[in-house]
């Protein structure tokens, strides 16, 4: 690839790291924008690993800096810190650390990437190439979380978390329009004719449409659960998935303005009890409970199995940096217990398959979605994700605006 071609493709990534949502978006950085320290400053004898995350919440941040401050106590040779980077700035500085040379001190040891976009930086040759030992066995995880980080047959990351996604309804506003909790497509719909009828909430149910990734992340389970292949988007069960969303914006069950509303919009609205119902993530948990809404959590309501798409982040190493040292990070992280803490903080799921059942088991709120890990399928398996993402913004407009009819919307998705 010529040096013409690899800026193309970094300003490409760039566009597309501004969209991502992985994962919820939330400020909660310091005023000077990166993570408090840890400690005042490294003992001389160390050698310093540094870490690049664009982690926003005061979750995400509270639980780097235990992760980090934990890994400096459990040994003596490394000493780590991390740095908040701004997704809309991560690629960037990134690349312009690399054309400085590997051995410039303003390039991380280590990144967090959303894990599509794992593959797009070891194709810029960005990335170490990892070896799994036997605390990293790949039989040990979620299968298609592990294999999301895998390329041309060998590791480039290790994974940090797991989601997806669920329907959380709201118990009191259920309980008094005197309806059962919603478990499948008919049982939705009551819901949300009882709850319209009743004028319990402005809407019944919320979800995130925006023009974005999010919106793609949110809007491919309901064609997945169809039936529909990823590699046929755009054919006849996608039709019949956008019929079903149609129906819900005809009858005004779900705001068109959906089309402009994140996902921690769309929990925002939930928290106020501007809506019965929403689609969202185990990322809203704190918010919720912070806000005193007494919710329930189900799965997504279908008529066929649900198949959904899971969310999360890598721990990769940045080629010619100290390699050894982000070893070091990646194996300590890598025990069930460091890893099952810091995902328990971050209100997300470990990637091992045995973490995460045993986290579901004490905790409840995570049981849904620990259950739908199996039927999930990863973005980078869907050929072209970020022009895919492109697609479904024209299409989620279309729908969502009431500008085109379903199999217009659909339409979109094939071009």
């Known amino acids: 690839m010529s040096s013409k071609e690899i800026k193309g493709v970094i300003k490409k990534i760039a566009t597309g790291l501004i969209t991502v949502s992985a994962v919820c978006i939330l400020a909660g950085c310091n005023d000077n924008g990166q993570a408090s320290d840890i400690e005042e400053a490294p003992q001389s004898n160390r050698q310093e690993i540094t870490i690049w995350s664009y982690y926003e919440t005061p979750a995400q941040q509270a639980a780097m800096d235990n992760l980090v401050g934990d890994f400096n106590r459990s040994q003596k040779e490394y000493w780590c810190t991390w740095e908040y980077v701004p997704m809309v700035e991560f690629t960037r500085n990134l690349s312009m650390g690399i054309s400085m040379g590997t051995e410039s001190r303003s390039l991380p040891d280590i990144v967090v990437l959303d894990n599509p976009n794992t593959e797009t930086f070891v194709k810029l040759d960005m990335l170490e190439p990892i070896e799994l030992t036997d605390n990293m066995d790949d039989t040990l995880y979620y299968s298609q979380v592990i294999e999301a980080c895998k390329y041309q047959g060998k590791y480039y990351g290790l994974p ?16 008094e ?5 919603p478990l499948g497509w008919d049982s939705f719909l009551l819901a949300c004719e009882k709850i319209k009828d009743k004028k319990i909430a402005e809407y019944p149910f919320g979800m995130c449409a925006i023009e974005v990734e999010q919106g793609a992340f949110q809007l491919l389970p309901w064609i997945l659960s169809e039936n529909e292949k990823s590699d046929d988007l755009g ?13 819900l914006l005809t009858k005004g069950y779900l705001d068109r303005n959906s089309v402009s509303w994140s996902q921690i919009d769309v929990a925002r609205k939930f928290a106020a009890k501007e809506t019965a119902m929403v689609e969202n993530g185990p990322w809203i948990l704190s918010m919720l409970e912070e806000a005193g809404v007494n919710y329930g959590i189900v799965q997504m309501p279908v008529r066929n199995k649900y198949i959904g798409v899971f969310g999360g982040e890598d721990f990769c190493i940045v080629k010619g940096r100290n390699k050894e040292g982000a070893k070091a990070f990646l194996d300590y992280y890598n025990q069930d217990e460091v890893m099952t803490e810091f995902c328990r903080q971050c209100h997300v799921l470990p990637p091992k398959i045995n973490a995460a059942r045993e986290m579901a088991a004490q905790d409840p709120r995570f049981a849904v979605f620990e259950e739908q890990m199996k039927d999930t399928i990863s973005r980078t398996s869907i050929a072209g994700w ?11 407009y279309l729908l969502f605006v009431g500008k085109g009819s379903p199999e217009e919307s659909a339409k979109e998705l094939t071009k």
């Open 160 to 175: 940090v978390c797991c989601n997806n996604l669920a329907l959380y309804y709201n118990k009191d506003m259920f309980d």
């Open 177 to 181: 329009a005197g309806i059962p909790k």
């Open 235 to 247: 054919g006849e069960k996608t039709v019949a998935a956008f019929e079903k969303i149609d129906e």
């Open 386 to 396: 970020s022009n895919v993402c492109k697609k479904f913004g024209n299409a989620s």
